[in-house]
Protein backbone atom coordinates (compact mmCIF):
# COMPACT_ATOMS: atom_id res chain seq x y z
CA UNK A 1 0.00 0.00 0.00
CA UNK A 2 3.09 2.44 1.29
CA UNK A 3 4.88 1.72 -2.19
CA UNK A 4 1.22 1.67 -3.96
CA UNK A 5 1.08 5.27 -2.71
CA UNK A 6 4.48 6.59 -3.44
CA UNK A 7 4.01 5.63 -7.17
CA UNK A 8 0.90 7.44 -7.42
CA UNK A 9 3.23 10.10 -5.82
CA UNK A 10 5.90 10.13 -8.00
CA UNK A 11 3.43 9.62 -10.88
CA UNK A 12 1.83 13.09 -9.87
CA UNK A 13 4.88 15.11 -9.58
CA UNK A 14 6.16 13.76 -13.06
CA UNK A 15 2.64 14.70 -14.53
CA UNK A 16 3.27 18.46 -12.74
CA UNK A 17 6.73 19.12 -14.03
CA UNK A 18 5.53 18.02 -16.91
CA UNK A 19 2.26 19.98 -16.88
CA UNK A 20 5.17 23.20 -16.01
CA UNK A 21 7.59 21.61 -19.03
CA UNK A 22 5.37 22.10 -21.99
CA UNK A 23 4.58 25.78 -22.03
CA UNK A 24 8.30 26.90 -21.23
CA UNK A 25 9.52 24.49 -23.83
CA UNK A 26 6.73 26.52 -26.08
CA UNK A 27 7.98 29.44 -25.64
CA UNK A 28 11.57 28.88 -26.39
CA UNK A 29 10.57 26.97 -29.73
CA UNK A 30 8.13 30.34 -30.51
CA UNK A 31 11.89 32.28 -30.17
CA UNK A 32 13.90 29.43 -32.02
CA UNK A 33 11.05 30.03 -34.79
CA UNK A 34 11.43 33.57 -34.76
CA UNK A 35 15.01 34.04 -34.98
CA UNK A 36 14.97 31.41 -38.09
CA UNK A 37 12.16 33.68 -39.47
CA UNK A 38 15.03 36.51 -39.35
CA UNK A 39 17.96 34.55 -40.22
CA UNK A 40 18.09 31.07 -42.30
CA UNK A 41 21.27 30.29 -41.19
CA UNK A 42 20.25 29.93 -37.73
CA UNK A 43 21.15 26.45 -36.64
CA UNK A 44 18.81 26.51 -33.23
CA UNK A 45 19.07 27.51 -29.56
CA UNK A 46 22.55 27.32 -27.58
CA UNK A 47 22.94 27.18 -24.08
CA UNK A 48 26.69 28.12 -24.21
CA UNK A 49 25.59 31.21 -26.05
CA UNK A 50 23.25 31.77 -23.30
CA UNK A 51 25.60 31.36 -20.62
CA UNK A 52 27.85 34.11 -21.82
CA UNK A 53 25.23 36.28 -22.34
CA UNK A 54 24.16 35.77 -18.94
CA UNK A 55 27.74 36.15 -17.84
CA UNK A 56 29.47 38.47 -19.89
CA UNK A 57 29.91 42.09 -18.72
CA UNK A 58 28.33 44.40 -21.46
CA UNK A 59 28.51 48.38 -22.21
CA UNK A 60 25.52 49.66 -23.26
CA UNK A 61 23.19 49.22 -20.10
CA UNK A 62 23.02 50.90 -17.25
CA UNK A 63 26.41 51.42 -15.15
CA UNK A 64 25.17 49.71 -11.86
CA UNK A 65 23.65 46.57 -13.94
CA UNK A 66 26.51 45.55 -16.57
CA UNK A 67 25.61 41.67 -16.75
CA UNK A 68 22.39 39.67 -15.61
CA UNK A 69 24.90 38.57 -12.65
CA UNK A 70 25.00 41.99 -11.41
CA UNK A 71 21.47 41.31 -10.02
CA UNK A 72 20.96 37.74 -10.24
CA UNK A 73 24.15 36.60 -9.08
CA UNK A 74 26.94 34.50 -10.18
CA UNK A 75 24.88 31.00 -8.99
CA UNK A 76 22.01 30.48 -10.89
CA UNK A 77 20.91 28.01 -8.52
CA UNK A 78 20.97 30.88 -5.45
CA UNK A 79 18.78 33.86 -4.72
CA UNK A 80 19.65 37.34 -6.16
CA UNK A 81 18.77 40.85 -5.30
CA UNK A 82 17.64 44.00 -7.01
CA UNK A 83 19.68 47.40 -6.71
CA UNK A 84 16.43 48.47 -3.63
CA UNK A 85 17.68 45.20 -1.57
CA UNK A 86 14.69 42.52 -2.68
CA UNK A 87 15.45 38.94 -3.09
CA UNK A 88 14.95 37.63 -6.20
CA UNK A 89 13.90 34.10 -6.69
CA UNK A 90 16.53 32.01 -8.04
CA UNK A 91 16.44 31.63 -12.43
CA UNK A 92 17.66 27.99 -12.76
CA UNK A 93 14.61 25.83 -13.41
CA UNK A 94 16.17 23.28 -11.79
CA UNK A 95 14.94 24.95 -8.60
CA UNK A 96 12.47 27.42 -9.96
CA UNK A 97 10.31 25.08 -11.96
CA UNK A 98 7.44 27.13 -12.16
CA UNK A 99 9.43 29.96 -13.78
CA UNK A 100 8.98 30.95 -17.63
CA UNK A 101 5.86 29.11 -18.43
CA UNK A 102 4.18 32.51 -19.06
CA UNK A 103 4.96 33.80 -22.55
CA UNK A 104 3.59 37.38 -21.35
CA UNK A 105 5.86 37.41 -17.74
CA UNK A 106 9.01 36.13 -20.09
CA UNK A 107 8.30 39.10 -22.36
CA UNK A 108 8.14 41.68 -19.99
CA UNK A 109 11.31 40.43 -17.88
CA UNK A 110 13.20 40.08 -21.41
CA UNK A 111 11.96 44.00 -22.63
CA UNK A 112 12.97 45.51 -19.20
CA UNK A 113 16.37 43.56 -18.55
CA UNK A 114 17.81 44.05 -22.20
CA UNK A 115 17.36 47.62 -21.47
CA UNK A 116 18.97 47.94 -18.17
CA UNK A 117 22.13 45.49 -18.70
CA UNK A 118 22.32 45.93 -22.64
CA UNK A 119 20.80 49.33 -23.42
CA UNK A 120 18.49 47.72 -26.28
CA UNK A 121 15.77 44.99 -26.55
CA UNK A 122 16.88 41.18 -26.76
CA UNK A 123 17.14 39.50 -30.39
CA UNK A 124 14.61 36.37 -30.51
CA UNK A 125 18.05 34.17 -30.91
CA UNK A 126 19.30 35.98 -27.74
CA UNK A 127 16.44 35.36 -25.83
CA UNK A 128 16.26 31.65 -26.67
CA UNK A 129 19.89 30.94 -25.69
CA UNK A 130 19.54 32.50 -22.57
CA UNK A 131 15.97 30.20 -22.10
CA UNK A 132 18.05 27.18 -22.90
CA UNK A 133 20.75 28.28 -20.33
CA UNK A 134 18.30 28.41 -17.81
CA UNK A 135 16.58 24.98 -18.70
CA UNK A 136 19.99 23.40 -17.98
CA UNK A 137 20.82 24.94 -14.98
CA UNK B 1 -28.80 28.39 30.99
CA UNK B 2 -29.86 32.08 30.85
CA UNK B 3 -26.77 33.43 32.41
CA UNK B 4 -24.53 31.53 30.74
CA UNK B 5 -26.19 32.45 27.34
CA UNK B 6 -25.68 36.18 28.86
CA UNK B 7 -21.57 36.05 30.01
CA UNK B 8 -21.55 34.39 26.24
CA UNK B 9 -23.12 37.58 24.54
CA UNK B 10 -21.45 40.11 27.32
CA UNK B 11 -18.11 38.57 26.41
CA UNK B 12 -18.82 38.15 22.63
CA UNK B 13 -19.57 41.98 22.41
CA UNK B 14 -16.44 43.17 24.73
CA UNK B 15 -14.71 41.34 22.12
CA UNK B 16 -16.12 42.77 19.29
CA UNK B 17 -15.60 46.12 20.83
CA UNK B 18 -12.14 45.37 21.40
CA UNK B 19 -11.44 44.65 17.99
CA UNK B 20 -12.80 47.73 16.52
CA UNK B 21 -10.72 49.54 19.09
CA UNK B 22 -7.68 47.33 18.16
CA UNK B 23 -8.49 48.55 14.11
CA UNK B 24 -8.75 52.21 15.38
CA UNK B 25 -5.72 52.31 17.25
CA UNK B 26 -3.64 50.46 14.16
CA UNK B 27 -5.71 53.24 11.58
CA UNK B 28 -4.85 56.10 13.48
CA UNK B 29 -0.90 55.35 14.70
CA UNK B 30 1.66 56.52 12.19
CA UNK B 31 3.36 52.63 12.37
CA UNK B 32 0.38 51.16 10.61
CA UNK B 33 -0.27 51.21 6.28
CA UNK B 34 -2.93 48.68 5.55
CA UNK B 35 -0.57 46.49 3.24
CA UNK B 36 -1.92 46.16 -0.99
CA UNK B 37 -4.39 43.42 -1.05
CA UNK B 38 -4.89 43.76 -4.72
CA UNK B 39 -2.54 40.49 -5.91
CA UNK B 40 -1.82 42.04 -9.58
CA UNK B 41 -1.12 45.06 -7.63
CA UNK B 42 0.87 43.21 -5.23
CA UNK B 43 2.67 41.43 -7.94
CA UNK B 44 2.92 43.89 -10.10
CA UNK B 45 4.80 46.92 -7.88
CA UNK B 46 6.17 44.11 -5.73
CA UNK B 47 8.80 42.21 -7.90
CA UNK B 48 11.48 44.99 -7.56
CA UNK B 49 10.70 46.28 -4.46
CA UNK B 50 8.00 45.87 -1.30
CA UNK B 51 4.75 46.54 -2.84
CA UNK B 52 4.44 49.93 -0.66
CA UNK B 53 1.11 50.49 1.25
CA UNK B 54 -1.36 52.93 -0.98
CA UNK B 55 -1.58 55.11 1.90
CA UNK B 56 1.99 56.18 1.65
CA UNK B 57 1.09 58.75 -1.15
CA UNK B 58 -1.61 60.80 -1.95
CA UNK B 59 -4.00 59.55 -5.57
CA UNK B 60 -2.14 62.30 -7.38
CA UNK B 61 0.89 60.35 -6.55
CA UNK B 62 -0.57 57.65 -7.78
CA UNK B 63 -1.73 58.59 -10.95
CA UNK B 64 1.35 60.76 -11.97
CA UNK B 65 3.39 57.67 -10.94
CA UNK B 66 0.99 55.16 -12.98
CA UNK B 67 1.64 57.43 -16.38
CA UNK B 68 5.60 57.29 -16.11
CA UNK B 69 6.17 53.50 -15.58
CA UNK B 70 8.58 53.58 -18.60
CA UNK B 71 10.89 55.70 -16.37
CA UNK B 72 10.13 54.89 -13.05
CA UNK B 73 13.23 56.73 -11.01
CA UNK B 74 15.28 55.61 -14.47
CA UNK B 75 14.02 51.74 -15.13
CA UNK B 76 11.61 50.76 -17.39
CA UNK B 77 8.47 49.23 -14.69
CA UNK B 78 6.30 49.76 -17.84
CA UNK B 79 2.95 47.52 -17.86
CA UNK B 80 0.34 46.74 -20.52
CA UNK B 81 -2.49 49.19 -20.42
CA UNK B 82 -5.39 46.75 -18.83
CA UNK B 83 -2.10 46.33 -16.40
CA UNK B 84 -1.74 49.83 -15.49
CA UNK B 85 -5.52 50.57 -15.44
CA UNK B 86 -6.28 48.15 -12.57
CA UNK B 87 -3.41 49.07 -10.92
CA UNK B 88 -4.11 52.74 -11.02
CA UNK B 89 -7.58 51.99 -9.65
CA UNK B 90 -6.52 50.47 -6.57
CA UNK B 91 -3.90 52.94 -5.40
CA UNK B 92 -5.87 55.23 -6.08
CA UNK B 93 -8.84 54.03 -4.35
CA UNK B 94 -6.59 53.60 -1.38
CA UNK B 95 -4.70 56.12 -1.46
CA UNK B 96 -3.62 58.33 1.62
CA UNK B 97 -6.15 60.78 1.10
CA UNK B 98 -8.96 57.78 -0.53
CA UNK B 99 -12.09 58.52 1.43
CA UNK B 100 -11.75 55.58 3.43
CA UNK B 101 -8.01 56.59 4.92
CA UNK B 102 -8.82 59.88 6.77
CA UNK B 103 -6.48 58.89 9.48
CA UNK B 104 -3.43 59.03 6.94
CA UNK B 105 -4.16 62.44 6.18
CA UNK B 106 -1.91 63.61 9.03
CA UNK B 107 1.32 61.14 7.03
CA UNK B 108 0.65 64.17 4.43
CA UNK B 109 1.37 67.05 6.60
CA UNK B 110 3.55 69.78 5.06
CA UNK B 111 2.68 68.14 1.34
CA UNK B 112 1.08 71.03 -0.42
CA UNK B 113 -1.73 69.84 -2.48
CA UNK B 114 -0.31 71.24 -5.91
CA UNK B 115 2.19 68.48 -5.55
CA UNK B 116 2.40 65.37 -6.16
CA UNK B 117 5.53 63.76 -4.32
CA UNK B 118 6.83 60.46 -5.91
CA UNK B 119 9.35 59.93 -3.31
CA UNK B 120 8.23 58.42 -0.42
CA UNK B 121 11.47 58.80 1.74
CA UNK B 122 11.03 62.75 0.98
CA UNK B 123 7.65 63.35 2.29
CA UNK B 124 8.58 65.51 5.35
CA UNK B 125 7.06 63.27 7.55
CA UNK B 126 8.84 60.60 6.46
CA UNK B 127 12.39 62.44 6.94
CA UNK B 128 10.82 63.16 10.33
CA UNK B 129 10.43 59.77 11.29
CA UNK B 130 14.00 58.75 10.12
CA UNK B 131 15.87 61.77 11.63
CA UNK B 132 17.37 59.20 14.01
CA UNK B 133 18.89 57.33 11.60
CA UNK B 134 22.72 57.81 11.12
CA UNK B 135 24.02 58.26 7.74
CA UNK B 136 26.10 55.42 7.82
CA UNK B 137 23.76 53.53 9.41
CA UNK B 138 22.03 53.51 5.84
CA UNK B 139 25.06 52.40 4.07
CA UNK B 140 25.29 49.12 5.43
CA UNK B 141 24.98 46.07 3.09
CA UNK B 142 21.59 44.86 4.19
CA UNK B 143 19.73 48.01 4.02
CA UNK B 144 20.89 48.80 0.40
CA UNK B 145 18.55 51.55 -0.36
CA UNK B 146 16.10 53.87 1.80
CA UNK B 147 13.51 52.00 -0.04
CA UNK B 148 14.22 48.19 1.24
CA UNK B 149 12.01 49.10 4.60
CA UNK B 150 12.04 45.26 5.82
CA UNK B 151 15.79 45.39 5.95
CA UNK B 152 14.66 47.34 9.31
CA UNK B 153 11.24 47.24 10.05
CA UNK B 154 10.73 43.20 10.08
CA UNK B 155 6.85 43.25 9.57
CA UNK B 156 6.36 46.00 6.81
CA UNK B 157 5.06 43.45 4.61
CA UNK B 158 2.04 43.08 6.99
CA UNK B 159 1.71 46.85 7.04
CA UNK B 160 3.75 47.74 10.83
CA UNK B 161 6.31 50.14 10.41
CA UNK B 162 7.47 50.29 14.18
CA UNK B 163 10.45 51.44 15.19
CA UNK B 164 12.70 48.60 15.30
Known sequence: ?137 | MKPLIRSIAVGAALFAVGAVMLERAKAGSDEFFPPVTDPLTRQECGSCHMAFPAGLLPARSWQKMMGELDNHFGDDASVDAATARQITTYLVAHAADSAGHGDMRRWLRRVPASAAPQRITELPKWVREHREVSPREWTRKEIASKVNCVACHVDAERGYFEDD
Not at chain 1, 46 to 66: F, I, M, T, W, Y
Not at chain 1, 118 to 133: H, M, P, V
Request: aromatic share 6%.
Open chain 1, 1 to 137: MQTLSRFMFLAALTVMSVAQAAPRDDILAAYAAQAKAGDAAFAGVSAVRGEALHRDRHAGGKADSPSCTSCHGENTRAAGRTPVGKTIDPVAVSVAPTRYTDAAKVEKWFRRNCREVLGRECSAREKGDWLAFMITQ
